[in-house]
C-alpha cells in the first residue's frame, strides 16, 4: 500500500497504462531486500528505508497486439530504495520510492 504522492504517481501510470491498452504480464521478483535504516522519535512519524533489489526479467509490458513497449537493451533489474511510514490504524505504506536500473541483482 501507498499514500501521498508516491500513491499518485502509482495511479497515474496505472491511468496511462490504461489509456494505452498495456498491461503487463508475468512477475517481477525480490531477489534481496535489506533495512538501511529505522527511525522510531516520539512526536515523529516513524520511517523505515529498505533497499530492495527487483529482478524484473520474467515480467514486461505488452500493448493490445501482446508486443512488448519495453525499449530494446533495456536493464531488467533495478535497486529500489523505498521509504516507508507507519500511518496509524493502517500500518507501514510506501511513502516514497525510487529505482535505479541495473545489470543484475
Keep these: 500500500m501507498a499514500f501521498g504522492e508516491q500513491l499518485n ?7 496511462e497504462y ?9 512477475e517481477a521478483r525480490v531477489a534481496s531486500l535489506s533495512v538501511q535504516d529505522v527511525s522510531l522519535t516520539q512526536g ?3 520511517l523505515a528505508v529498505l533497499k530492495v533489489c527487483v529482478d524484473a526479467t520474467q515480467n514486461d509490458a505488452v500493448d493490445e497486439l501482446g508486443h512488448s513497449v519495453r525499449k530494446k537493451g533495456a536493464l531488467a533489474h533495478f535497486i529500489e530504495v523505498v521509504i516507508m511510514t507507519y ?3 493502517k500500518g507501514w505504506l510506501v511513502g516514497q520510492e525510487d529505482d535505479t536500473p541495473v545489470k543484475s541483482c
Excluded: D, I, Q, T
Design 9 to 15: 504517481y502509482l495511479l497515474e501510470s496505472a491511468a
Design 18 to 26: 490504461e489509456r494505452k491498452h498495456y498491461r503487463a504480464v508475468g
Design 44 to 46: 515523529k512519524p516513524s
Design 87 to 89: 500511518v496509524a490504524e
